[in-house]
């Protein structure tokens, strides 16, 4: 499922725990990584056996990230999903993360591209999280600003899917 902006914000808002910047509260790594493990089965199947998964993330608010090479796309151009920590949130991105705008991303990112990967995350559970809408610079409730310089503020993609 993928929200609309005011209720992606509301959500986002509702999961910034200042004490749990990895994961949340009551965390428990092994069901989120069997339902990544079957995430990245689906996305396999529907696209013909061809992703890459990146399992091994640490020092991270993200789980893993599944790559759709552009060969196995419509949209020519690879497709990354990467599975936050928290709250079941996931951000599918046309390229790597920040490579399109939203404009270009609508373009040029293809309906039967979406519903595939839509399909696998309705699914599941996961509910997907606009990309553009996470690189709004961050300013929810933890001390995260106090870790970077004023120049390269965070963002909200970096509170729930980057590396920290």
């Known amino acids: 499922m993928t929200l609309d902006d005011q209720s992606a914000w509301a959500l986002l808002r509702q999961l910034d725990d200042p004490d749990h910047m990895e994961f949340p509260r009551g965390y428990d790594h092994a069901t989120v990584r069997a339902r990544f493990d079957q995430l990245a089965a689906r996305l396999d199947q529907r696209f013909q056996g061809t992703c890459s998964v990146d399992r091994y993330v640490q020092d991270a608010s993200h789980h893993g990230t599944i790559t759709i090479p552009q060969t196995?796309?419509?949209s020519g151009e690879h497709i990354t999903v990467t599975v936050s920590n928290f709250g079941n949130l996931t951000a599918v991105t046309l390229g790597n993360p920040g490579s399109y705008d939203a404009d270009e991303e609508r373009e040029l990112f293809q309906a039967p591209d979406r519903h595939r990967i839509d399909g696998?995350?309705?699914?599941?559970?996961?509910v997907a999280i606009s990309e553009h809408l996470l690189w709004t610079r961050y300013d929810g409730v933890s001390d995260l600003v106090s870790s970077y310089p004023p120049k390269h503020p965070p963002t909200w993609w970096t509170r729930f899917f980057d590396y920290l």
């Not at 696998?120 to 996961?126: I, K, N, R, S, T």
């Open 72 to 74: 196995a796309t419509v």
């Open 120 to 126: 696998a995350l309705e699914v599941l559970g996961y």
